[in-house]
């Protein structure tokens, strides 16, 4: 008889199992590229770009006093109820909520995997829209279940066939990665038919209080068994590092994950930052969250503006982060994460998004400052990555012409006539760009994204049959160099300016 055990004392379909990607990797980055961590921007991790309440005049909390009063009470064991969290918690959601709705979590992770725990048996289907939060699928991949993925627009049409199938379906609104808030209206639609098809709607309402949190679904738990909603503070308030969240459910759905939950999965010091931070006058709707919903708006306009240049499409966002097409560029996503990273600014690559491939980004919302160097950072990365594929071009080129002579026209390219019809194409890219020589006919003009690029749109001269001819003498001989580029400006380009 074969043994068909796993060679380690674990569930067999876990050894296939890998983490999730993350963003927010800043001490791993400083390691990578010798860079201070104080030095790094991140906008990989989208939290609140206002900053935390304990910066603003209002609300009036002071984070020393709260963690010295959670010190206090480091010595016993947390009360496992966390009445005052729960309470604090339906207070800031409103919408009829009681302490009874309220599940405390550990983070978004956590308030997953418990939900997995409670609902998940081995070979249930578990629905997926892609792309979107990765930790959907890993913890319930833990469980055993089957993922089926749907496309985003897909949600609100189901076939009836398919909800019946499925034990559970997660919308994450605003979702992650993409930045789209669905309407309540549709959430609760879909909530009504999931709940008639006794399958459980998840719905993750992480960053809600940062978009629009009108369109919150909590009013429609305590009728819907079936309806699942998860909050989380670390991005609102800005403090990932102490984790806490909570989950809304009917009283009795509550009830069971309550019994089932962790005995004490909030310590001492998240119970109490976060109990203050919910019973801030105004709850979704304070000032400070007020304020944080302007403050983004208005540098996502900003930051848009700036990112909608040639190669880059981003996306209409809700909240405090923009999903960005970069198909026309050239530069894959994990090739421009990379290399923005080295310049010590990180950005989110969404290739680990359900496989989604690798043509998008997603960039945190960030303060004035810091969205001009993210802007500023993405120019240089393109102009740098622009050098090098230019020289290997010419390289090519040369290499070619050694040869075969000049390259002639190339009628195939979709750019051509770019100077002149009859032009010869065998320096596409120029080798002395930038020359910065208004005598070529170059000249600056104003980027779509701010600032001055220089642009060789009226410079005909390397075109021109006998200049090219006469430079390639220089580089067929002495090859691609500074030194060589430098020979060639002076022998030929000066001589003919």
């Known amino acids: 008889m074969t043994d068909q055990r796993s060679p380690l004392p674990v569930k067999k379909y876990l050894l296939s199992l890998e983490p999730c990607a993350h963003g927010g990797l800043i001490r791993k980055s400083s390691q990578s590229y010798g860079i201070p961590e104080s030095e790094i921007l991140d906008a990989s991790a989208s939290l609140n770009p206002f900053g935390t309440p304990f910066e603003q005049p209002c609300p009036e909390l002071d984070l020393q006093e709260l963690l010295m009063t959670g ?201 109490t930052v976060a109990t203050a931070l919910l019973n801030m006058e105004g709850g979704v709707n304070s000032k400070y969250l007020q304020d944080s919903r302007d403050f983004i708006a208005q540098e996502r306009e900003f930051l848009m503006g700036k990112l909608s240049r040639r190669g880059f499409r981003p996306a209409e966002s809700s909240v405090n982060y923009i999903f960005v097409d970069i198909s026309e560029l050239s530069l894959n996503s994990s090739e421009l994460a990379e290399r923005m990273a080295s310049h010590g600014v ?74 002149f019809k009859g032009q010869d194409c065998t320096f596409c890219f120029c080798p002395f760009y930038p020359c910065e020589d208004t005598r070529t006919g170059g000249s600056w003009v104003e980027s779509s994204s701010g600032g001055q690029v220089w642009s060789c749109l009226n410079c005909n001269i390397v075109h021109e049959e006998r200049i090219v001819d006469e430079l390639l003498q220089v580089f067929t001989a002495e090859g691609l160099s500074e030194e060589s580029i430098r020979k060639a400006w002076k022998n030929v380009m000066e001589k003919n300016l």
Request: aromatic share 8%; net charge negative; hydrophobic share 40%.
């Open 71 to 271: 010190i206090e009470k480091m010595e016993q064991y947390p009360d496992n109820r966390y009445l005052e969290y729960r309470k604090a918690a339906a207070g800031f959601t409103g919408m009829g909520i009681t302490y009874e709705n309220i599940i405390p979590g550990n983070g978004s992770t956590e308030i997953i995997r418990l939900v997995a725990e409670c609902v998940i048996a081995e070979g249930d289907i578990v629905l997926i829209p892609r792309p979107t939060f990765s930790e959907y699928e890993m913890q319930c991949r833990v469980m055993g279940a089957q993922i089926r993925y749907v496309d985003q627009e897909e949600i609100f049409d189901l076939a009836d066939e398919i909800l019946d199938e499925a034990k559970m379906i997660f919308v994450c609104n605003p979702n992650n990665p993409t930045g789209k808030l669905h309407l309540k209206q549709r959430i609760g639609e879909l909530a009504h038919r999931c709940a008639a098809h006794r399958t459980i709607l998840f719905v993750d309402e992480a960053f809600i209080e940062l978009a629009d949190p009108e369109q919150t679904v909590a009013d429609l738990v305590e009728e819907n068994d079936y309806l699942f909603i998860q909050r989380s503070l670390t991005k609102a308030f800005a403090i990932p590092g102490i984790r806490m969240g909570f989950g809304i459910a009917s009283s009795k759905f509550a009830c069971v994950l309550n019994n089932a939950r962790l005995s004490w999965n909030m310590g001492c010091i998240a119970d």
């Open 346 to 419: 990180l950005i989110r690559d969404c290739s680990s998004f359900q496989d989604i491939g690798k043509d998008y980004i997603r960039i945190a919302i960030r303060n004035r400052q810091e969205n001009e160097r993210i802007a500023s950072t993405i120019r240089q990365v393109i102009y740098e990555w622009g050098r090098e594929q230019a020289k290997m071009q010419l390289e090519e080129n040369i290499k070619a012409a050694t040869d075969c002579g000049r390259m002639g026209s190339n009628t195939e390219c979709d750019y051509y006539p770019c100077h």
